[in-house]
Nanobody, 129 residues
Framework: QAQLVESGGGLVQAGGSLRLSCAAS????????MGWFRQAPGAEREFVAAINWSGDRTYYVDSVKGRFTISRDNLRNAVSLQMSGLKPEDTAVYYC??????????????????????WGQGTQVTVSS
């Protein structure tokens, strides 16, 4: 059974940076699309970024383009989200997820939460103004 564990969240001032990490165990993620989502209090879970199995295709929600970078290390079975230029509206619990349904494929519905079948427990990111 695969497990995902996020880390790296915390409290940061507006304009600051954080790097979130997601470590997978129990199963290799190297053949699968990985995603990051976030959920603010009272809001629905929102797509943030995704990366294909080989790492050469990345996708972002418009609000984080140019500020966030998703990457993966298949040897370490991990994915990261480098966040810079953080804004108070980035405050949320951040989740990583994996789509085990399609191996070595080009992501299509990467922004849809129900495309992903395994999720981490989340890590809190708080950006103060």
């Amino acid at each position: 059974q695969a497990q995902l564990v996020e880390s790296g969240g915390g409290l940061v001032q507006a304009g600051g940076s954080l790097r979130l990490s997601c470590a997978a165990s129990g199963r290799s993620i190297r053949a699968y699309t990985m995603g990051w989502f976030r959920q603010a209090p009272g809001a629905e879970r929102e797509f943030v970024a995704a990366i294909n199995w080989s790492g050469d295709r990345t996708y972002y929600v418009d609000s984080v383009k140019g500020r966030f970078t998703i990457s993966r290390d298949n040897l370490r079975n991990a994915v990261s989200l480098q966040m810079s230029g953080l804004k108070p509206e980035d405050t949320a619990v951040y989740y990583c997820a994996v789509d085990f349904g399609k191996a070595y494929s080009r992501p299509t519905n990467y922004a849809q939460a129900d495309e992903y079948d395994t999720w981490g427990q989340g890590t809190q990111v708080t950006v103060s103004s």
